[in-house]
């Protein structure tokens, strides 16, 4: 039985087909999201890459902030809950998440089962997000992908103090025209990233196995940034961007059972 | 208006009828040359009822500016006049429509933004009197307004609760401000002060808020007969028509309509209540159809508040002790101890299996202590809850996708509560 989790994110869409809830049979990511032909062009991917047809899906579980806007869902669920499952599957030890999205921080708490105990979300403010690394990258010129390579050439951090991601931004112009290397410039972002992802943590009460999931996880000066602040090793989830969307397909194998 | 049959009415239209009533009646008031006050929220209203002046209620007026959407081109004028948007957003409704209303009685001329405002009038007022139990920007935001008119501010001034019972010298010194309030009042008015009105006053303000608690009760009943977000509907009479008769007759009406209900096996959500839970703080006035429809499609009731509880105010008439203590001690102006245990009765009383806080951007003392006030409620009743940013005016601070994504969780983790229960049941 095939069932598929989509998570249609603010910027970037990701589809999971799960085979008798246990096989990936595909995990498809296309970097635009909600709103956009993302979410249509990552399930033609998943598609056309299993051979499948949407009549050989059992259920489809929808979730992210575009989980309502996705018609062809059976069910939706939070994109808590889904990444909660999602990473629970991969890494059984999980008991606290740290996931990190184009626009949302999410730290979240599991017990034993992998059941969600607590949750905290950031605020109404990019700082602490995937865009507000986006704004730096424009503004740094050097590319996402780049980032932690650069971040780990650094010799001696700058400092990014602002929490608004308008004033960081000039704060980094500021330090660009005073000289300051990029390298310790980008380790800063990368440190004032980390400590707005820790003060949600710490709401959330830490407690190892320690795993990071979101398209931010991809970039490792983020993770190590985060793993120094805690002093604590930080997992990443195998392909980190497609824990909700394997959340998601894990909920629709246990509908599609019960049906 | 006699025309009306008040008798076969329901609980709605008496609601829509006194609201618009005690509008009608400051405006017809001010007119007749009699005093108009604008009073604080949750500041005592039986000392101008006992001298016969029209009370009116800004908080309540920028509510319901908040609920029909107006609320944008007020802010705007508020901040043009040079209030941060960190003030609060009631404040910042209230200076934006006293701007109009000054120009309006400088000029002769109605402002098209007041002819616009989707509100009953409020009228100038004579005076204003406020009370710091709430918060204490209810200090600086009414003695603006006696400051910007030239009118006098009377200041209800009340200690914070550090411990409980509140001490006899802490309700000694609440007298003597309601002493110091009735000697001002005398000045203003020009004759001495009503005690006999005052008694009979505050016997009905007690008669409104045992009807008031009957309504509370309802949601007491598993299901509910009641739909919670009908205590931010109906909340305004108890605070607006809290000494009057009206606000007694409307909440005894609902409450027979409610009790009928329930005997008929008529529920607020029919068969679909899957969970109850607690909205702890202000509504979120713009939003209150989508935060509603919302938690309506979850199939989760709201069956607690405390923030319509804190009008619940009792004290034997006459007993001036009493008083002291009730507008005193309510949970804002309460140590956090005291405050968990208020919002833990709440989930308890409204049989809740979560709560959402509401991180208010305009409400700093039902906000900043909200981390630690969840995990210690969290601690005493351990249910779930959620947090999540909003305003009560202001709708540029709330994210509907944001609030649905928080309470669509905390849904999911209620249901995965239930399910345990169920296991170890078995």
Redesign the interface.
């Known amino acids: 039985m095939f069932t598929m989790g989509i998570d249609v994110g603010s910027a970037s869409s990701k589809v999971v087909i799960l085979k008798d809830g246990e096989t990936i049979a595909a995990a498809e990511v296309v970097q635009i999201g909600t709103g956009s032909s993302g979410p249509k062009r990552a399930l033609d991917q998943a598609l056309s890459k299993t051979g499948l047809k949407m009549e050989d899906i059992a259920k489809t579980v929808a979730t992210g902030y575009g989980r309502f806007a996705y018609e062809g869902a059976d069910k939706q669920i939070s994109e808590i809950s889904c990444h909660a499952k999602g990473i629970y599957h991969l890494i059984p030890t999980t008991r606290t998440i740290i996931d990190i999205g184009g626009q949302d921080a999410k730290a979240i708490k599991l017990d034993a089962k992998g059941h969600v105990k607590q949750f905290y979300m950031n605020d109404k403010c990019a700082a602490g997000t995937g865009r507000f690394l986006d704004v730096m990258s424009r503004v740094l010129e050097i590319s996402i992908e780049e980032m932690a390579e650069y971040s780990a050439r650094a010799a001696n951090p700058a400092t990014v103090s602002s929490t608004c991601t308008v004033f960081a931004e000039s704060e980094v112009i500021s330090q660009l025209s005073k000289g300051i290397a990029k390298e310790n410039i980008i380790a800063g972002v990368h440190q004032s990233v980390a400590s707005k992802a820790c003060a949600l943590l710490y709401r959330a009460g830490v407690e190892e196995d320690i795993v990071m999931s979101g398209g931010v996880a991809k970039n490792q000066g983020v993770v190590d940034a985060i793993s120094r602040e805690l002093k604590k090793p930080v997992k990443v989830a195998p392909n980190p961007q497609t824990t909700g969307a394997l959340g998601a397909a894990l909920f629709a194998y246990e509908e599609a059972k019960r049906s | 208006m006699s025309e009306l049959n008040l008798e076969s009415m329901s609980a709605k239209q008496l609601l829509a009828y006194y609201s618009e009533k005690a509008y009608q009646d400051a405006n017809e008031a001010h007119k007749n040359g009699k005093l108009i006050c604008w009073s604080a929220s949750v500041a005592p209203s039986e000392f101008c009822d006992a001298m016969d002046i029209c009370t009116v209620y800004p908080e309540n007026h920028a509510a319901a500016i908040g609920a029909r959407k107006g609320s944008p081109a007020l802010l705007e004028l508020a901040e043009k006049k040079g209030y941060s948007i960190d003030c609060c957003s009631y404040a910042r409704v209230n200076f934006g429509y006293l701007e109009l209303l000054k120009e309006e009685a400088l000029t002769g001329v109605t402002p098209q933004a007041l002819a616009d405002a989707p509100a009953d009038r409020l009228p100038l007022p004579d005076l204003v009197i406020t009370c710091n139990n709430l918060c204490n920007t209810l200090l600086k935001w009414y003695e603006n307004l006696a400051a910007e008119l030239h009118i006098p501010c009377i200041v209800i001034d009340v200690p914070f609760n550090h411990t409980v019972p509140m001490p006899q010298y802490a309700k000694d010194y609440v007298k003597s401000q309601f002493q110091y309030a009735i000697e001002q009042l005398e000045q203003i008015c020009g004759r001495p002060f009503d005690y006999d009105k005052f008694l009979e006053v505050q016997k009905q303000a007690q008669r409104s808020v045992a009807a008031w608690d009957r309504v509370a009760k309802m949601t007491s009943y598993k299901p509910s007969p009641m739909n919670g977000f009908d205590f931010f509907n109906y909340m305004a009479l108890i605070v607006c028509a809290r000494s009057k008769k009206d606000s007694e007759i409307v909440f005894n009406k609902l409450a027979d309509e409610l009790e009928e209900k329930l005997k008929k096996g008529e529920y607020a959500f029919g068969d679909n209540e899957k969970f109850r839970f607690t909205w702890e703080g202000i509504a979120c006035w713009p939003y209150l159809g989508h935060t509603f429809k919302s938690l309506r499609s979850l199939g989760v009731l709201l069956t607690g508040s405390g923030y319509p509880g804190m009008w619940s105010l009792h004290y034997t008439p006459g007993n001036m002790d009493e008083m002291a203590e009730a507008y005193a001690s309510i949970y804002t102006n309460v140590a956090l101890p005291e405050k968990v245990d208020a919002i833990g009765k709440v989930i308890e009383g409204g049989k809740c299996d979560g709560i959402a806080y509401h991180?208010n951007r305009s409400c700093k003392i039902m906000s900043f202590l909200t981390?630690e006030t969840a995990d210690m409620v969290?601690e005493k009743t351990k249910v779930?809850f959620?947090?999540f940013?909003g305003d009560q005016t202001d709708p540029s601070?709330f994210?509907p996708?944001?609030f649905?994504?928080?309470v669509?969780?905390l849904a999911?983790?209620m249901e995965?509560e239930a399910a345990?229960k169920d296991k170890k049941a078995q």
Do not use: G
């Open positions: 991180i981390v969290k779930p959620v947090t940013d601070n994210s996708a944001q649905d994504t928080r669509q969780a999911e983790m995965q345990e």
